[in-house]
């Protein structure tokens, strides 16, 4: 998916929230916020949402002189996440149909993400989690999704968001005994999961982890490493999950099951949905 | 009020939308964003967001050859706010006091602001309108502006957005007989009322109309005519409508009254309140 206009606005209200997370001196967001724009207005807007982003948030932490700006939030995100589990876990096993029950709260979990909301929302979080029983969710994919989860005998799963790991790790619980493979990026960008987070998670209990090799969000095969891509086109199945997965792959070569919050009106558009909305699609 | 950095975002997200008021031409909304973008990584924000905006919206009707990129959206905000003033007439009238009621619809009617909000969006209209009667606003300020209007013999207006010139109207009838000015802007500036505006709403028949003599947003005192400066100076009242007059005035060495309603974090966090929020504030 190339970049739309309307993603330059967000990417630079990004850039403020990224420098916050870690300071809160005014000269240095003016600094980066500077930068971002003059490199926005330079920008080959025909490459994917994920790449544009990869520059900016690698100017942002250049500037910072910090690696990572998103450690705290999403330290943060993984212990809330992890100590509500026990309980999100309860539910799902007490369910009907716990498979499905753990898609809707890896759905669920599909919240924590700090690209797309300023900051730490209790209450928001806790309205997800709460909606996650009953949330409209396209009921014929869900079965299409559960069927061939049935079918593979080895997923791979496409990691988001740190903390969103423990929810799919609730998920992957469910999967067992199947072969799982859990991916997470390669360096830090913006909150996605790292190998740690995963581990954190305990998904290196259950699943094999790998990285895509990657600083950028999503999943960009062409600059994907040789043993990432191996396990891409192998795998009977894969997940992936969050938007940035999807604006990467919705046109990929191979069938990718998108588990996703909408977050903003231009994903919205392109899947016919609404903000908000929590939406199970597959490219063919 | 110094231009904020979160600002800075919302200004280029405003870019687009006035470019998309006139036409649909990416390559055109594209040349205009860098452009902006350029723009915005070197202005002074030490500058009130009105004349960082003006800068903006100036070089967007630079760039599109177009002297008023939202004279559609103002012709139909002024079309609906015009066929529903009877009805609204009628309800200030039939209600115990009459004169809060109106207060409370021309604050109803500083929802027509397209800066903030994307295009024209019916239901958002009607509910502002419907929570009129009740929407939670200051009971005593209210009370202190209609002791202060009662008080006074002449008033200076300060007008926002076209259509809401309606609902000032309104308000205007109420202040009958005194003498009342109403303000608006020199020349085109997002979908802010120009004469021809305050005209189509009638309020020439009630009232003097001036113009600031500027293209911003707001009232930006340095700038304005000296005619402009003796009524505001000499009125014995200043009630001014929406954020950017509060912006560009809050600090002003004269009594003014604000009628807002919140559109923005930056804005709601000066005046220890929420997005959303109607508000009747003052100077002093």
């Known amino acids: 998916m190339k970049t739309f206009h309307d993603c330059i606005p967000c990417l630079m209200r990004q850039t403020i929230q990224a420098v916050r997370q870690i300071s809160d001196d005014e000269q240095l967001i003016e600094r980066v916020l500077r930068s971002a724009l003059f490199l926005a207005s330079k920008m080959d807007y025909s490459q994917t949402p994920a790449l544009i982003g990869r520059e900016i948030h690698k100017l942002i932490r250049e500037e910072t002189v910090n690696n990572d700006p998103y450690a705290e939030i999403k330290h943060k995100a993984n212990d809330i996440a992890l100590a509500i589990a026990p309980a999100i876990r309860e539910e799902i096993l007490a369910s009907d149909n716990p498979l499905q029950m753990a898609i809707r709260y890896s759905i669920a979990g599909n919240i924590l993400d700090f690209a ?169």
């Open 116 to 284: 797309l909301y300023n900051g730490w929302d209790d209450e928001r979080f806790r309205k997800s989690l709460h909606s996650s029983r009953t949330k409209n969710i396209d009921q014929q994919q869900l079965e299409i999704l559960q069927a061939e989860i049935e079918k593979a005998e080895n997923i791979l799963i496409l990691g988001d968001n740190a903390g969103e790991t423990v929810f799919d790790r609730l998920l992957i619980e469910q999967l067992m005994p199947k072969q799982i493979t859990y991916a997470v990026k390669g360096y830090p960008v913006i909150n996605d999961a790292l190998r740690q987070d995963a581990i954190f998670a305990g998904i290196d209990k259950f699943a094999t982890i790998i990285d895509t090799g990657l600083d950028c969000a999503g999943t960009i095969l062409s600059m994907c490493s040789r043993a990432f891509l191996d396990i891409f086109y192998n795998a009977d199945l894969v997940i992936a999950k969050g938007q940035a997965n999807y604006e990467t792959l919705f046109n990929c070569p191979r069938q990718v099951f998108f588990l996703t919050q909408i977050k903003c009106s231009v994903i919205a558009q392109d899947l016919d949905s609404n903000v908000g909305d929590w939406v199970i699609a597959s490219t063919q």
